[in-house]
């Protein structure tokens, strides 16, 4: 009877385990945690991560585990902290799991009962009671508990915090889920018929793989269309990120897990104030930038966001998960003077960098800029919406030459910056908008749409009394003629540039005018021509120092030459042209030189050379094209891509021009 009686309690104290939730993508962490708790000798496991990654979903998975079940079998006890503000409340939460009658020495009771055989205690969200007044009465609480030789013990933690005085194995982080484990999640969930479909795609890719946030939008979706909830998202962000009924409480609503993790005592005044500041900056803060951005304390409050797993660095940035940074900038703002000093560093940086790539430096000035596109176009666009506007007009044009030279998708923010010019009557700045935008559509073969932004441009700058803007966008107009093999409307163009240039002085103005003129010369076969051209302008090129003029020049007077078969000339123009394209990191016109000298090579049948070198080209075009498509920094319409891969196709055919000929030569050599 006695023993039927004690059968009868364990199946009650069974009945307090929460059932398994639905656990994917963590198969190997619960596998090794079970074996590691089902020991002889039960391990300590520390589950470490951010709000919302799961962590109580893992320690149930494991309590779940059939080789678990088999070691321990109804003594698998999970206690929920969130609750147990301190030691105390946390005994009575051990005690409540553990099915010991409320009364004296209730502590003791509860630690006695799990000494009565094996077990394994899973302690959920450990750190409220670690975080409060007396962190060493619960650090002496689990240095009891990790004392009992047969107790295996797994505790959760949100943040990097290890609590003392237990020998924990190796802390085990979660981090987000892929992408095939976030649609396999959601569809567990919303329903298989979603799977698969983009509007699926980019609501995931705004959770970043965090699977409280998966699991609230997934049932947001549930009799919902994918569409209007990616609607919803866009007007309601993380308000969406919470089931209807029930408590709001840390497993129901997005919001109230983060919130938390913000209050915590561990979260220090400077670190919520950079919190604030870094939810506004979608690339997150360079850590060479903190003391800029944050000058009060930045190194101290990113360790503590860090800590509290609310951010992350990565590569050498402090960084932010998606949900996160729309919750908080949403319900934390930050404040003016903050906001201010994070502004001014990202002006500064677009109007320092954004106009010096294409010269020298430019590679090292893209560098700078090109982790920084979204904080850039995030911080423009708050400037623009400002009374004082004007800066911020400017800091967008600023980033003209960025777009240009580095393929990225810019205009960025330069559409917004011409709206405010023209609302605030800024004729000035408008029609510096309007050209710079018309250069970057240019520099994508967008021919029509840059020849009506310059044709925009033009009478304003002429309103305005802009002679050197007058001159530019009607040179600009010679050039689109010049792509589209228009000759004649282009050396019209240039003529009546030339002048304007030298009226205000411009050296390099009066340079590029010369040269497009010796371009149509070239395309003519005018050769006498165009090589006069280009020795008139490469002087005036190295007068102001325009390194990309100068290379174009020599590597133009170098394709004079093969057609004369000047061989020798026109390899020593490639070889002069080469190291400039390096100086300024215009990777085409380098590629573009090495196979010309490839070109010479084959011609004069140096097969071995010819080949290296169209290797040497590809590579480069190679590398150039999955820098662009790893970054995804292009814009659909944007050409690079194209030219690069059309140049790439053209080295890699060059590199094997002769095999045709030297297999048909075998094939006649080996007939009778």
């Given at each position: 009877?006695a023993?039927r009686a ?6 009650s104290?069974?009945a307090g ?16 945690l079970?074996a ?8 300590r ?7 919302g ?18 070691r ?5 006890f999970?206690v929920?902290?969130d609750?147990?503000?301190d030691a105390?409340?946390a005994a ?18 509860a630690l ?6 094996p ?5 959920d969200?450990?750190e409220?009671?670690w975080n409060g ?8 609480l ?16 949100r943040?990097?915090?290890r ?17 095939a ?5 959601f569809?567990?969930i919303?329903?298989?018929?979603h799977?698969?479909?983009p ?13 409280l ?6 049932h947001s979706?549930?009799g919902n ?10 007007a309601r962000?993380?308000?969406?990120l919470e089931?209807?009924?029930g ?27 950079l ?20 000058p009060?304390?930045?190194p ?6 860090a800590?509290m ?9 402090l960084?932010?998960?998606s949900?996160?940074?729309?919750y ?20 500064e940086?677009?109007r ?10 430019g ?9 920084e ?11 623009l ?20 030279f ?10 917004r ?15 510096l908008?309007?050209?710079?935008l018309g ?5 994508r073969?967008?021919?029509n749409?840059?020849r ?18 007058e001159?530019s ?17 282009a050396?019209?163009?240039y003529q009546e ?6 009226q205000?002085g411009s ?24 090589r006069t ?5 490469l ?5 102001v ?26 390899r020593?123009?490639?070889q ?11 990777v085409?016109?380098e590629a ?8 010479i090579a ?5 097969h071995?050379e010819?080949?290296?070198?169209y ?6 075009l190679?590398?150039d ?10 814009a659909n319409?944007?050409?690079r891509p194209t030219?690069t ?7 890699a055919?060059a590199?094997?021009?002769y095999?045709p ?6 094939k006649k050599s080996?007939m009778?």
């Amino acid at each position: 009877m006695a023993r039927r009686a004690a059968a009868g309690g364990q199946r009650s104290l069974a009945a307090g385990l929460p059932p398994e939730e639905r656990c994917i993508g963590r198969d190997a962490v619960v596998d090794s945690l079970a074996a590691a708790l089902s020991r002889d000798r039960p391990g300590r496991a520390l589950l470490l991560g951010a709000a919302g990654i799961g962590k109580s979903t893992v320690s149930l998975a494991v309590l779940h585990r059939p080789e678990v079940v088999a070691r321990f079998g109804e003594r698998r006890f999970f206690v929920r902290l969130d609750a147990a503000p301190d030691a105390a409340s946390a005994a009575a939460a051990l005690a409540d799991a553990l099915r010991v009658a409320p009364g004296p020495d209730l502590r003791q009771r509860a630690l006695s009962s799990l000494t009565a055989g094996p077990a394994i205690l899973a302690l959920d969200n450990l750190e409220t009671p670690w975080n409060g007044d007396d962190q060493a009465e619960t650090e002496a609480l689990l240095a009891e508990l990790a004392a009992m030789p047969q107790l295996a013990l797994v505790a959760s933690v949100r943040g990097a915090g290890r609590p003392g005085r237990v020998a924990w194995s190796s802390p085990v982080e979660l981090w987000p889920l892929g992408h095939a484990e976030a649609e396999a999640m959601f569809c567990a969930i919303a329903g298989e018929e979603h799977r698969g479909k983009p509007a699926l795609s980019a609501l995931l890719s705004l959770q970043e793989g965090v699977p409280l946030a998966i699991d609230l939008l997934a049932h947001s979706a549930q009799g919902n269309d994918l569409v209007n909830l990616k609607e919803e998202w866009e007007a309601r962000r993380t308000a969406v990120l919470e089931r209807e009924g029930g408590a709001r409480d840390r497993l129901r609503s997005w919001n109230a897990s983060l919130e938390l993790s913000i209050g915590s005592p561990r979260m220090t005044s400077e670190a919520r104030r950079l919190l604030a500041v870094l939810a506004v900056l979608p690339d997150g803060v360079a850590q060479r930038d903190l003391a800029a951005v944050f000058p009060d304390a930045g190194p101290a409050a990113a360790r503590v966001l860090a800590h509290m797993r609310l951010a992350y660095f990565e590569g050498g940035r402090l960084k932010m998960l998606s949900p996160v940074r729309e919750y908080v900038k949403a319900a934390h703002p930050p404040a003016a003077e903050d906001l201010g000093q994070a502004m001014d560093h990202y002006g500064e940086l677009a109007r320092t960098f954004g106009p010096v790539p294409g010269t020298p430096g430019g590679t090292e000035a893209t560098a700078r800029l090109a982790p920084e596109a979204a904080n850039l176009d995030a911080v423009i666009r708050r400037g623009l919406a400002e009374a004082a506007a004007g800066r911020w007009i400017e800091a967008a044009v600023a980033l003209t030459h960025f777009a240009r030279f580095s393929g990225h998708s810019a205009p960025m923010p330069l559409g917004r910056a011409l709206e405010v010019a023209q609302r605030a009557g800024d004729e000035r700045r408008a029609a510096l908008c309007t050209q710079s935008l018309g250069d970057i559509a240019l520099s994508r073969s967008q021919h029509n749409e840059a020849r009506a932004r310059y044709q925009e441009a033009l009478p304003l700058h002429r309103l305005v009394g802009d002679v050197l803007g007058e001159a530019s966008c009607i040179r600009r107009l010679g050039d689109i003629a010049l792509r589209r093999s228009q000759h004649d409307e282009a050396r019209a163009r240039y003529q009546e540039a030339l002048p304007l240039y030298r009226q205000v002085g411009s050296v390099l103005g009066e340079a590029s005018c010369i040269r497009s003129l010796g371009d149509i010369a070239l395309a003519r076969s005018q050769h006498d021509e165009a090589r006069t051209r280009y020795q008139q302008a490469l002087p005036l090129y190295r007068q102001v120092g325009s390194v990309p003029g100068e290379a174009n020049c020599i590597r133009s007077l170098g394709d004079i030459a093969p057609a004369c078969t000047q061989h020798n000339e026109a390899r020593a123009r490639y070889q002069e042209a080469l190291p400039l394209y390096r100086q300024v990191g215009d990777v085409l016109g380098e590629a573009s030189c090495i196979r010309s000298l490839g070109d010479i090579a084959l011609a004069r049948s140096q097969h071995d050379e010819a080949r290296a070198r169209y290797q040497e080209a590809l590579e480069l075009l190679r590398a150039d094209y999955l820098l662009l498509q790893r970054g995804q920094i292009w814009a659909n319409a944007d050409v690079r891509p194209t030219v690069t891969l059309i140049r790439a196709a053209r080295c890699a055919q060059a590199s094997r021009p002769y095999a045709p000929f030297a297999a048909e030569r075998r094939k006649k050599s080996s007939m009778p």
